[in-house]
C-alpha cells in the first residue's frame, strides 16, 4: 500500500450499534487525523494523535473513541451509533517532523446509521 | 487561529489562468497560508502554502500580499480536473490540526 487507507469504503449501520472505522498509513507520519464532512459542509476536526501512545480532541469528540497503539494504524471507535452520525469520515496523517502541516487524506468512508 | 473569507463559486475557462482570493486579515505573524482542494467525493489534497513569500510547485503559485491580509491561489493552466472546492487555511506555526471552512467551488469550464 502507498499512502493512507481506510475501510470499510461505505456502511450503513442501525443505530445502536457499535462500529469502528479503520485507517492505516505507511508513510512513518507521526501524527494522525479523523475529520468529517457533512454534506455540503466543510471538514470538521473529531480526534488527533500527534504520535503513537497519544490523542486528544478535535472540534467535535462526542460520540467517537480513538486509539493510537501504533504509528501506522488509527481506529475511529462509534460506540453506540446515532442518525447525526451519519456523514463521510476521513482520516489523514501528516509528518510534523518536517516542519510542515501538509496532511495526506484517505478516500474516506461513507457512513449512514440508520 | 485567522479566520479567511473566500467568495463561494468561481468559474474559469479550460486553458485560462484560475485566480482563487483569500482575505485572512487578522492573520498574525507566525501564521501560515495553506491551500487544499477537494475534487468531489474524494479527500482533500494538499497544494501548497506559505509565510510571506511568493511560492511555487509544480501543482500552483501562492501570491501573499506584502501586509499578508490577502493571497491568491493561481492555477497557471486550469484544466476540467482542476473542478473542485478550494479551501484557504490560516494555521499558525505550532498548531496541528487544519480548520477546514466553506472554501470556493472553482468550475473549470470546457
Known amino acids: 500500500i502507498a499512502g493512507i487507507t481506510q475501510a470499510p469504503t461505505s456502511q450503513i449501520l442501525a443505530a445502536g450499534r457499535r462500529m469502528t472505522l479503520r485507517c492505516t498509513q505507511d508513510?512513518?507520519?507521526?501524527?494522525m487525523y479523523w475529520y468529517r464532512q457533512d454534506l455540503g459542509l466543510g471538514l470538521r476536526l473529531i480526534h488527533y494523535?500527534?504520535?503513537?501512545?497519544?490523542?486528544g480532541k478535535g472540534e467535535v469528540p462526542d460520540g467517537y473513541s480513538v486509539s493510537r497503539a501504533n504509528t501506522d494504524d488509527f481506529p475511529l471507535t462509534l460506540a453506540s451509533a446515532v442518525p447525526s452520525q451519519t456523514s463521510v469520515y476521513f482520516c489523514?496523517?501528516?509528518?510534523?517532523?518536517?516542519?510542515?502541516?501538509?496532511?495526506?487524506f484517505g478516500p474516506g468512508t461513507r457512513l449512514t446509521v440508520l | 487561529d485567522a479566520k479567511t473569507t473566500q467568495p463561494p463559486s468561481m468559474d474559469c475557462a479550460e486553458g485560462r489562468a484560475a485566480n482563487l482570493p483569500c482575505n485572512h486579515s487578522t492573520i498574525s505573524g507566525n501564521e501560515y497560508v495553506y491551500w487544499y482542494r477537494q475534487i468531489h467525493s474524494q479527500g482533500p489534497q494538499y497544494i501548497i502554502h506559505?509565510?510571506?513569500n511568493n511560492e511555487t510547485n509544480e501543482m500552483a503559485s501562492l501570491i501573499i500580499t506584502e501586509d499578508r491580509k490577502s493571497s491568491t491561489l493561481i492555477l497557471p493552466h486550469a484544466t476540467l480536473r482542476d473542478t473542485a472546492v478550494y479551501y484557504c487555511?490560516?494555521?499558525?506555526?505550532?498548531?496541528?490540526?487544519?480548520?477546514f471552512g466553506s472554501g470556493t467551488q472553482l468550475t473549470v469550464l470546457p
Open positions: 506559505g509565510l510571506k
Open positions: 494523535s500527534n504520535t503513537a501512545g497519544t490523542t
Open positions: 508513510m512513518r507520519h507521526n501524527a
Open positions: 489523514a496523517s501528516s509528518d510534523w517532523d518536517r516542519g510542515l502541516n501538509e496532511q495526506f
Open positions: 487555511i490560516v494555521i499558525s506555526g505550532s498548531a496541528r490540526q487544519l480548520t
